[in-house]
């Protein structure tokens, strides 16, 4: 790879998650604050990503990758993506608002796998290049929270209006991207493109343990995606969104812990752990306050790289080890669509419901729903610990 490709790579994903982390992480508060939304619409708004990414698969799977060049239609995504960003801020009711992200999901979410797909195409040692392009995705999610936090922008339209503007600025410079035509000579089915053959590893009883539990996991993760912000904003807490990249932080620290972890404690404690930091997150949040538990709210935050890195990094790795080098990629499709598909959409339901049930005045109380996704992430824990019974040499890294 030349210096020039990796540069317009790194730009590619920095961009490409910038997008996201501009306006995914506050929209519950946008929606609060100038739609008077409730917890039900709110889960609904973050649920739409869910179903975009359960129907994105097809649409790069059976018509990007064989008959258009991928940096292309990335580049008209993303510039019609810009355009339902800024949509999103002409509506007044959250039933439009609903539809418009639903739409713009669709356009977003094959984005990420054309986005992967372009920088896979470029490399010659995609194990060792990948990490180095992929860590600027991390980054831009970073500069988006401290962008929006530094300009006090996160209870305003205009997180939308960056986001927007990035989006219409990726896809010009997607045209630019190295060519990455179509490979129309991969016959994918329906079934192919959403993982199906990768069914047969639930025949596998650790396995389909771990796949429930995978799937579970999601709830808890839904009400922090959902609603920490909207949390963190109501208690007070200045330059929130700021603030929340810490978690982001600590998950670029702790992804460089797991694969000497991994080979140390094997995957069902790494599992394990993961799930111990999403409880211990969330009474943090149940306790924490902007007084004398204000560093529980610091804690909270800084513990989704273990909680997102301990589980869901290592989700990916059993996966792969699993399936093989046959069905691996069906495998990683099946599994995403089962988590950030199907998990976050029950996820998205229920925390809009269980915050829904708490609201007091113009607010809510925040103790009882921080502790839903504790007492979830505490029963996949036990049951987990109690039915999950992996080979050694599985458990083991290779």
Request: with cysteine; charged share 10%.
């Amino acid at each position: 790879m030349t210096p020039i490709t990796f540069i317009k790579l790194a730009l590619m994903m920095l961009l490409q998650y910038f997008i996201w982390g501009a306006w995914y992480v506050t929209m519950g508060t946008y929606m609060t604050e100038h739609l008077n939304a409730s917890g039900t619409p709110i889960g609904a708004a973050y649920g739409a990503l869910a179903i975009a990414t359960m129907i994105s698969p097809f649409f790069v799977g059976l018509v990007a990758d064989r008959f258009f060049a991928a940096q292309r239609i990335m580049g008209v995504l993303h510039v019609l993506g810009g355009v339902l960003l800024l949509a999103a801020t002409w509506v007044s009711n959250t039933t439009a608002f609903y539809w418009v992200i639903l739409v713009y999901s669709l356009l977003y979410m094959p984005t990420i796998a054309l986005s992967n797909s372009i920088a896979f195409r470029q490399m010659n040692d995609p194990g060792k290049q990948f990490p180095w392009i992929r860590v600027f995705g991390t980054i831009g999610w970073i500069v988006a929270g401290l962008t929006i936090g530094f300009l006090a922008l996160e209870k305003t339209a205009s997180t939308f209006h960056v986001a927007a503007g990035i989006s219409v600025l990726l896809g010009v410079i997607s045209f630019d991207l190295p060519h990455t035509p179509p490979q129309a000579s991969q016959q994918m089915s329906a079934g192919q493109a959403l993982g199906t053959d990768a069914l047969v590893l639930l025949r596998d009883r650790p396995y389909f343990i771990f796949f429930i539990a995978a799937i579970l996991v999601c709830i808890p993760l839904s009400f922090y995606y959902g609603f920490a912000n909207v949390f963190l904003n109501e208690l007070g807490v200045e330059n929130a969104a700021g603030k929340m990249i810490l978690g982001q932080a600590s998950e670029a620290v702790f992804i460089l812990a797991i694969p000497l972890l991994f080979n140390r404690i094997g995957v069902k404690n790494m599992l394990v752990l993961g799930m111990v930091a999403w409880i211990l997150r969330y009474l943090c949040f149940a306790w924490g306050d902007t007084a004398g538990n204000l560093w529980m709210l610091y804690a909270g935050i800084i513990l989704h790289g273990i909680c997102y890195d301990f589980f869901f990094v290592t989700d990916y790795m059993y996966t792969e080890k699993k399936a093989g080098e046959k069905i691996k990629n069906a495998a990683q499709g099946l599994f995403t669509f089962a988590t950030y598909g199907l998990g976050m959409f029950i996820g998205t339901w229920f925390s809009g419901r269980t915050a829904d049930n708490y609201i007091v005045g113009t607010g809510h109380n925040w103790a009882p729903i921080w502790l839903m996704p504790a007492y979830i992430a505490g029963a996949v824990l036990i049951l987990f610990v109690l039915f999950f019974r992996e080979k050694r040499q599985i458990l083991a890294a290779t």
